[in-house]
């Protein structure tokens, strides 16, 4: 049976990275893969584990299809590479690191998809952002604005959507998402 595409959503510092990081381990275990991404942001930026590129050579890959999705958001180039398409084939689970703008494209290309969509406090977003110190504040504050657009864009009611809070302790947002995830019969 075909696995099933996870996208994992949020606004920026909400906590994404993390959480993939800290639930590596636990989906690995469920057989769930957690694909690399592939971003034009340079390779020395903290954070996520990413394959950093040039413009030119994201632009030579996507030329080339290597890209199952892709997107552009905050000044960056973003590509998901086209491997987990083998995965999915091969019947594994596949959690993705995506972006809300990009979301109709990719349900288009995977209607089947589960959202994970991760909120935090917007207070608690912007402290987390300036303590990150991974951009600059003025980045930070587009960052933050770049919310707004996607406010009412997601139907809570909607059954294929994973709502999680992780404006408390990392460690209970990891607990919820693995049980979420198993009564979905994803990554279970
Ligand atoms: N539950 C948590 N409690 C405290 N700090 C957290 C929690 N989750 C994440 N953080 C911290 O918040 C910051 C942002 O987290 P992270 O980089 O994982 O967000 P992100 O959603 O991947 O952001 P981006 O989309 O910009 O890459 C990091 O410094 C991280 O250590
Ligand atoms: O704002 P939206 O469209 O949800 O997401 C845009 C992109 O920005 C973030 O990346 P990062 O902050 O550069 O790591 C997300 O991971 C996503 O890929």
């Known amino acids: ?22 639930a590596r381990e636990a ?7 957690i694909v690399r991404r592939v971003i034009t942001r340079s390779a020395e930026a903290k954070g996520e584990a990413a394959q950093a590129v040039s413009v030119e050579r994201f632009d030579e890959l996507q030329a080339q299809g290597a890209f199952a999705l892709s ?4 000044g960056l180039h973003y590509g998901i590479p086209k491997e987990i398409d083998q995965w999915l084939a091969d019947g594994h689970d596949v959690l993705v690191n995506g972006s809300r703008g990009h979301l109709p494209q990719a349900r288009s290309r995977y209607p089947s998809l589960w959202v994970v969509l991760l909120t935090v406090d917007q207070a608690v977003l912007r402290d987390r952002l300036l303590s990150r110190a991974r951009e600059s504040a003025e980045d930070i504050e587009t960052r933050l604005a770049r919310n707004a657009q996607f406010a009412d864009d ?16 990392l460690e209970q947002t990891v607990a919820r998402l693995l049980q979420r995830l198993a009564r979905a019969h994803a990554c279970a």
Do not use: E
């Open 154 to 169: 997601l139907q809570v009611s909607d059954p294929s959507l994973i709502v999680l809070d992780n404006s408390g302790a």
């Open 1 to 22: 049976m075909a696995g099933r595409l996870i996208y994992l959503i949020g606004p920026s510092g909400s906590g994404k990275d993390s959480l993939l990081d800290a």
């Open 71 to 74: 997107w552009s958001a905050n």
């Open 27 to 33: 989906l690995a275990a469920r057989d769930c893969r």
